[in-house]
């Protein structure tokens, strides 16, 4: 038995790093997962990973999955993702929202149109997301909401620095709404039977997207993949949603408190 059988995942930015291996990991545990991406094949964006390559790989490993394309940025691609999931699978138990951009630099050299593209697809993109999931967990009964956040979002604190800051302004500002915007809903939903949480990495992933902003660096102390937060999210989706919500999560935290105490299955980088 899995912790999700019965249960149907749908999970945003799932072509690639941590919303690919939440997906697998759901799968594995016996959900019905619905991979929704921009990129639906290989070469069609630049970096490695697309909806057809993860749902290949659920259903060679046994589970159950079909893709869906969506853009966060439009309501219309949310709702017929919406639609799409009840019509295959006849209800919605879980939204991971993982979809997000990285856009470094300081605050002076960004461009204001990739500030509000970052807006648009990690601030914007969930609202939407939650907003428009809500009336089929309702009628469902209840259901999940992971929202995925970053240690990004815990700032530098109040000066006097001794370092000029590394330029994660503005992804990091944009997590910190995530969290806040996650318990005010969390606050707003929980008498349905609802669950709106965070759930972030304690460490660095090296994604497919990580890898290719950092050009082949080294990525050192970094997981080799998100399998842990997969494993994190099926323990957060087993809990009862209307107790277990408006908390900001790390994975090796959800896992520790589960009982888990050999993190060696989850490998780090070492060189």
């Given at each position: 038995m899995g912790k999700l059988d019965g249960k149907v995942a749908i999970?945003?930015?799932?072509?690639?790093?941590?919303?690919?291996?939440?997906?697998?990991?759901?799968?594995?545990?016996?959900a019905k997962v619905v991979v929704s991406a921009r990129t639906e094949k290989e070469g069609d964006f630049r970096i490695e990973g697309s909806i057809e390559t993860a749902v290949n790989r659920i259903k060679?490993?046994?589970?159950?999955?079909v893709g869906i394309r969506c853009d966060v940025t439009k309501e219309e691609d949310y709702q017929a993702l919406f639609d799409q999931t009840v019509e295959q699978y006849g209800k919605i138990d879980i939204l991971v929202n993982n979809a997000a951009v990285l856009i470094p630099g300081k605050i002076e050299d960004m461009q204001v149109r990739h500030w509000d593209l970052?807006?648009?697809?990690?601030?914007?993109?969930?609202?939407?997301g939650c907003k428009l999931v809500m009336p089929y967990l309702r009628e469902n009964g209840g259901g999940h909401i992971i929202n995925i956040s970053s240690v990004g979002a815990i700032g530098p604190g109040e000066g006097p620095y001794t370092e000029v800051g590394g330029g994660g302004t503005a992804y990091g500002a944009g997590k910190a709404h995530m969290e806040r915007f996650t318990q005010g809903m969390a606050a707003e939903v929980w008498q349905d039977n609802i669950a709106v949480n965070c759930l972030s990495p304690r460490g660095g992933i090296a994604s497919e997207g990580q890898r290719w902003f950092r050009q082949g660096t080294?990525?050192?102390?970094?997981?080799?993949?998100?399998?842990?937060?997969?494993d994190a999210g099926a323990?957060?989706?087993?809990?009862?949603?209307k107790t277990y919500t408006g908390k900001i999560l790390y994975d090796e935290d959800v896992l520790s408190d589960a009982g888990v105490t050999d993190f060696?299955?989850?490998?780090v980088i070492t060189d």
């Open positions: 999970i945003t930015g799932a072509s690639r790093g941590i919303g690919r291996d939440m997906a697998v990991v759901f799968a594995r545990e016996g060679t490993e046994g589970g159950e999955a970052l807006y648009r697809i990690n601030i914007r993109g969930p609202f939407v080294p990525y050192a102390g970094a997981r080799e993949d998100g399998i842990i937060m997969g323990i957060m989706c087993e809990k009862n949603p060696s299955i989850y490998p």
